[in-house]
């Protein structure tokens, strides 16, 4: 009796991969447990805080579980693309940290509070232009915080984010645009711009 011969299975990681874009929830775990400790290895070796470190790895999971539709098994395996994100995770949390230091060490070193203290009207507009910049779409907030904070110019923060230099000057357009209009919305002084949200540099 002749056996009949089947076909060679899939991959165990692409098999995994498709459940995974696929929204089950096992293969999320199962991914977690596979890929895991290589995201958490990824962002010790950067991050100095193991505890920054284990969140950055949640997040990723959760990003990745979040957007698991954009996973294309064309262009990469699944853990390389975990591992993409985790690295714009870890990104985000050295930005983070490193506007956390500037306002510690900003707040160090105001002066105690005197009858001729800081003009109202300077703290109220970098309030204003914190709370503006939160509204913004996740891109353009990037852009503009990379301008106005970390003080880039269009062509570093095209440097910076792997972001082409046209996209990066329509998203700070685009951005600068959409705060315009709340403040025209708001009743906010037109006073001049803060630093580093000149229109073009």
Do not use: C
């Amino acid at each position: 009796m002749t056996a009949v011969r089947q076909g060679p299975e899939p991959p165990v990681d692409d098999e995994l991969a498709a459940r995974f874009r696929a929204g089950d929830e096992t293969a999320l775990r199962e991914a977690y447990d596979r890929y895991g400790r290589a995201v958490l290895h990824l962002a010790t070796s950067t991050l100095a805080n193991r505890s920054d470190a284990e969140d950055v790895t949640q997040a990723t999971f959760v990003a990745a579980w979040l957007g698991r539709e954009t996973f294309d098994p064309g262009k990469g395996s699944l853990v390389g693309w975990l591992l993409g994100i985790g690295r714009r995770k870890v990104i985000d949390r050295i930005r983070a940290a490193a506007r956390e230091t500037r306002v510690v060490e900003t707040v160090k070193q105001l002066p105690e509070p005197v009858a001729t203290g800081p003009d109202p009207d300077t703290v109220v507009d970098r309030l204003v232009v914190a709370d503006e910049l939160a509204r913004l779409p996740d891109e353009q907030r990037r852009m503009l915080e990379l301008a106005f904070y970390d003080d880039l110019t269009h062509q570093q923060i095209a440097t910076v984010t792997g972001v082409p230099l046209g996209t990066v000057k329509s998203h700070i357009r685009r951005g600068m645009q959409s705060l315009k209009r709340r403040w025209e919305v708001d009743g906010a002084a037109p006073g001049p711009r803060p630093a580093g949200l000149s229109g073009a540099r």
